[in-house]
């Protein structure tokens, strides 16, 4: 996951302005502290996360240590057709 992290955040610097959500399906991802990271630098610079199809062992962590909060429940979503849409519905507002 950190490498995982660290590549979203590189192609953040890439993208430049243009990007507003990121989807990320997680599938396989259990570090917190990436997340972390990654969440607050999105929202430094005004942009969203969605987290998309979390497992139950990392959703109860991230549950557990606040971090759904943080991202929001309307942020958090089953799968990667939801996730997108809800990257639609951010794009939108």
Do not use: C, W
């Amino acid at each position: 996951m950190f490498g995982a992290a660290d590549k979203v955040d590189n192609v953040l610097r890439r993208s430049g302005a243009d990007t507003r959500v990121v989807v990320l399906h997680m599938a396989a991802v259990t570090a917190l502290n990436a997340l972390e990271r990654l969440h607050e630098k999105l929202r430094h610079h005004k942009k969203h996360l969605v987290l998309s199809g979390p497992h139950t062992q990392p959703y109860s962590l991230m549950d557990k240590f606040g971090f759904l909060e943080r991202v929001g429940a309307e942020n958090i979503a089953a799968d990667l057709e939801a996730g997108i849409a809800r990257a639609r519905e951010l794009l939108r507002s």
